[in-house]
Nanobody, 118 residues
Framework: QVQLVESGGGLVQAGGSLRLSCVASGIIRSINVMAWYRQAPGNQRDLVASISTDGSANYADSADSVKGRFTISRDNAINTVYLQMNSLKPEDTAVYYC?????????WGQGTQVTVSS
């Protein structure tokens, strides 16, 4: 049984920072892409950023200019992906979901709430 557990969400004022973490556990033979998605109320779940095994990162154009503010990274030794979020804006408020392709199957975390107050 593979599990993804996110942490690090919370309430922060505009301009503040948060660091999200997502740890994969269980019987893991391989982890390919890892990614962060977010879903605001009434909206679809959108890709924020993804990172490959070798550390190559991509930031989604549709994620409302997170480029330059958010940084995705991973530590393969501990099966963890991070999302460092700086200069947060109220429009970044959403539930953030971790995604990972583990053992050639896609898995989702349960989500962590990020709320940015103005």
């Amino acid at each position: 049984q593979v599990q993804l557990v996110e942490s690090g969400g919370g309430l922060v004022q505009a301009g503040g920072s948060l660091r999200l973490s997502c740890v994969a556990s269980g019987i893991i033979r391989s982890i390919n892409v890892m990614a962060w998605y977010r879903q605001a109320p009434g909206n679809q779940r959108d890709l924020v950023a993804s990172i490959s095994t070798d550390g190559s990162a991509n930031y989604a154009d549709s994620a409302d200019s997170v480029k330059g503010r958010f940084t995705i990274s991973r530590d393969n030794a501990i099966n963890t992906v991070y999302l460092q979020m700086n200069s947060l804006k109220p429009e970044d408020t959403a539930v953030y979901y971790c995604y990972a392709r583990i053992n050639y199957v896609g898995h989702w975390g349960q989500g962590t709430q990020v709320t940015v107050s103005s």
